[in-house]
């Protein structure tokens, strides 16, 4: 079995994903992060287009206006004009944003639940190994 086989068992088998993902769907999550990232990149600070939420995510204008639509209509996204009336832009709303952090928050607890149960192995493995050693003595 190589490592890649047991990385694809560890997360098919042993760690419930969906689970993790409670407060909004994994699929949005990552649009949300995504649109964040492009914000916090823009000179602006405050606003992006899809153009540049479509261009970070390597995928058409279409397929980011699709999802777009659906975060907006889950709450999650406004559409805004911006100040010369020429082009429209995207602003997480509150909900999405307070979602996000709750998101945030159980990824970095089951992690951390993770590594404790790696570094809980390992100890285990560890003790095993100097057990078998030292009887070989």
Known sequence: M???TSAEEFFLKSVN???IFEFIERTD????????????KSD???????SEVA?????SIPETSKMVKSLENKGYIIWKLDEKKER??????????????????????????????????????LRKYRLQNFRSC
Not at 29 to 40: A, D, M, Q, R, T
Not at 44 to 50: I, N
Not at 102 to 114: G, R, T, V
């Open 29 to 40: 999550y990552l649009f949300l992060y995504s649109i964040k990232e492009c914000v916090e």
């Open 88 to 125: 429209t832009y995207l602003v997480l709303t509150n909900k999405a944003i307070e979602l996000s952090n709750c998101q945030k928050e159980k990824m970095i607890e089951a992690y951390e639940k993770i590594i404790s149960n790696i570094q809980k192995v390992r100890s285990c493995v």
């Open 2 to 4: 190589g490592a890649g």
């Open 44 to 50: 602006c600070h405050e606003r992006v287009y899809l």
């Open 17 to 19: 994903v969906e689970s």
């Open 55 to 59: 261009e970070y995510m390597k995928l």
